[in-house]
């Protein structure tokens, strides 16, 4: 139930992600990625999809290829497609 003059709604975007930041820093990673999508695009908080075949091709003895996996992924099926 909103309150009549609430001051939440009458922040700006940003202000509201200093607020969020004071009460609750667990949730300021999301506040920061929808106020960058809300902004500039969610080209900027999505990653590009991943090639692997021109990442091979990038690479060299001197640069190989790191992968660095976070929970719940798995490339093996990609690198043995390849």
Sequence with gaps: LPLPGDPWESLPPFRKM???RAIRP???CLAVADYVEGEIGAA???PPPFDLSKA???SSPT???VFVLSP???PTRELLSF
Excluded: N, R
């Design 72 to 74: 719940g992924t798995d």
């Design 44 to 46: 900027f908080t999505s």
């Design 26 to 28: 667990d949730k300021i």
């Design 63 to 65: 640069s190989p290829l």
């Design 56 to 58: 091979f091709a990038d």
């Design 18 to 20: 200093l607020v969020l």
